[in-house]
Nanobody, 123 residues
Framework: QVQLVESGGGLVQAGGSLRLACIAS????????MGWFRQAPGNEREFVAV????????SYSDSVKGRFTASRDNAKNTVYLQMNSLKPEDTAIYYC????????????????WGQGTQVTVSS
């Protein structure tokens, strides 16, 4: 079983950048598809990005495409989300998730979740 811990959230002005990290414990991390989701108050948890176990390709939601970049380092059991050109509407709790379904984009397809890290973008 994999346990996930996110870090890197914070308060940033619009147009700024943040880099989130998600560190995994457990031997199966390298075989997991890793996803990033976010949830703003009153909203459902929404897909942000997915990166397969071998790092071959990524997929992003339309709202972050061109601004966010997901990457992973299996040797460090870590997945990253580089967020550039941040907007106030990016404000949310960001979660990383692990699962076995390649290109999974819905929360129910993931089996492991981190506790989340708050990202706040001021205008």
């Amino acid at each position: 079983q994999v346990q996930l811990v996110e870090s890197g959230g914070g308060l940033v002005q619009a147009g700024g950048s943040l880099r989130l990290a998600c560190i995994a414990s457990g031997r199966t991390f390298s075989g997991y598809t890793m996803g990033w989701f976010r949830q703003a108050p009153g909203n459902e948890r929404e897909f942000v990005a997915v990166i397969p176990w071998n790092g071959g390709g990524r997929s992003y939601s339309d709202s972050v495409k061109g601004r966010f970049t997901a990457s992973r380092d299996n040797a460090k059991n870590t997945v990253y989300l580089q967020m550039n050109s941040l907007k106030p509407e990016d404000t949310a709790i960001y979660y990383c998730a692990g699962g076995v379904i390649t290109w999974a984009t819905t929360p129910r397809e993931y089996v492991q979740w981190g506790q989340g890290t708050q990202v706040t973008v001021s205008s």
